[in-house]
């Protein structure tokens, strides 16, 4: 799904920061939300994709294609331009990190063979820069590790599959000039690969890159990877267990307070129910019957259907959540490390405007949240563009931090009903119909940020119109 996001994104130049101008919606967001700061480094709900990764080379991305990445660090003013791409982009980062955003995850954040460009040949400037500009917003880069390198693959024969060649014109660019794509072949030499970035970049002080000051803590081993092509593992899954189990290893070895993710679960495990059962959805039971699940610190789970053209629902996202945490471990974080929807045009993809589209960012992040999530990757030009246009998403981001950071406890009361238990309050998020328990004088804020007192008797949130709803009084009433 982020091919076409790639596509969107990687040809965009580079400017001086822009200030940010309000859409048309975000126009008319509360003054109180406008200046409130944003949450802390670590401390928000929200990621995305697109931000900053290994796609966004500039000068370099057309040499890497031709030519193959080797040919990028052979050229001199190639390279330079691609550093200073990367360098520029730290103006795009400050607008994201001014909603909290400040977490940046792709599939090629780190991939084999853009670094090891040839057996034992390390070109490690395209990813230190990377880093060195996700540094200057107090950043954290997830280390996406996809196992190929186009020397690996030399063995194979150039692929005839379609869906392969549109990939290599997307997401896996690096290998475009040779054409491949398929399994990794070489084990021994990916985990040495894998070793060596890792240490690298985990910021003990040991072998660490020069200036590191935005270490990787989280990695990420391959990308929904239930496919069955392009050297997926449909067919194979005991083939990605041992991958898991073996990147694992040598992670927790190299970085004992790194965390590893699986590769997003892509698959609609909320399908697992039809008769028959479609392909690839039983991937992920299967992967944890074949005892899998301990080499998971973190579950990741794509969540798409935003984009599509009846943009998901509910039910489905959190059946989605449920089952990867009881495949995969009910106590373990849950990253949707794809998600969210286009505002105004998404290309291939169904868009929505941009007052829909922060209502369901509204809707989905409260439903997500309770059902077990903890972080959710949407695509960034959601909230901001590169010329600093600014959506009202980015402002229901800031919104959400501010009235739900830190909950103690979620429940979903009925269908548009949810309660978060603060410390010390009681906060609700309502699209249908007023929970019981709620009564008499409320606090109301709607997803601009405007705040009024209310009866709840007189409130009658709605998908378009979902509120933010709190007691006036401390007192804590039961939410049966």
Request: a negative charge; one cysteine or more; hydrophobic letters at 40%.
């Amino acid at each position: 799904m982020t091919g076409a996001l790639f596509i969107l994104l990687a040809t965009i130049p580079a400017f001086a920061q822009p200030q940010l101008k309000p859409a048309p919606e975000a126009a008319k967001v509360s003054a109180w939300l406008r200046e409130l700061p944003p949450a802390k480094p670590g401390a928000s709900f929200f990621g995305v994709l697109g931000g900053i990764s290994a796609t966004h080379l500039g000068p370099g991305i057309g040499v890497v294609r031709q030519s193959g990445p080797a040919a990028l660090y052979d050229n001199t003013s190639a390279l330079d331009g691609t550093r200073e791409s990367i360098r520029i982009r730290v103006d795009y980062l400050k607008n994201l990190a001014n909603a909290g955003i400040t977490s940046f995850r792709d599939v090629q954040n780190v991939p084999w063979g853009l670094i090891e460009v040839s057996p034992s040949r390390y070109q490690f400037e395209v990813i230190d820069s990377l880093l060195s500009s996700v540094a200057a917003v107090n950043g954290s880069y997830v280390g996406t590790v996809m196992p190929y390198a186009s020397w690996d693959l030399a063995s194979y024969a150039p692929t005839t599959s379609e869906m392969c060649k549109r990939l290599l014109t997307e997401d896996f660019f690096y290998l475009q000039g040779d054409g491949r794509m398929d399994r990794y072949r070489d084990e021994a030499a990916y985990l040495r690969f894998l070793e060596r970035v890792v240490e690298r970049y985990d910021g003990d002080g040991i072998d660490d890159a020069p200036d590191l000051k935005a270490p990787i803590k989280a990695w990420q081993i391959h990308n929904e990877p239930e496919g069955d092509q392009c050297g997926l593992f449909r067919f194979d899954v005991a083939a990605f267990v041992r991958l898991m189990q073996i990147s694992a290893e040598v992670i927790h070895r190299s970085c004992s307070d790194c965390v590893v993710v699986n590769g997003g679960a892509g698959i609609p495990l909320f399908h697992e129910n039809r008769n028959p059962v479609p392909a690839g959805v039983t991937f992920w039971r299967d992967y944890a019957a074949m005892g899998g699940a301990p080499y998971i610190d973190v579950i990741a789970a794509h969540y798409n259907q935003g984009k599509d053209p009846d943009h998901g629902n509910i039910d489905d996202l959190e059946y989605q959540i449920r089952r990867l945490r009881e495949l995969l471990g009910n106590n373990k974080p849950v990253w949707l490390t794809e998600f969210g929807v286009f505002v105004g045009f998404g290309g291939n993809f169904s868009a929505l405007s941009e007052a829909d589209a922060a209502a369901w960012y509204v809707r989905f992040y409260t439903s997500g949240l309770a059902a077990g999530a903890t972080k959710f990757f949407s695509d960034a030009p959601s909230f901001v563009q590169i010329d600093g246009t600014v959506y009202l998403p980015y402002f229901v981001n800031k919104l959400i931090d501010a009235k739900l950071g830190g909950f103690l406890a979620a429940q979903k009361i009925a269908g548009g009903q949810y309660y978060f238990r603060m410390n010390g309050r009681d906060v609700y998020v309502l699209w249908s119909g007023m929970p019981p328990a709620l009564r008499g004088s409320v606090n109301v804020t709607d997803m601009y940020g405007n705040r009024s007192t209310a009866d709840a008797a007189s409130l009658h949130p709605s998908e378009a119109s979902p509120l933010i709803v709190e007691p006036v009084f401390a007192k804590r009433r039961s939410v049966r």
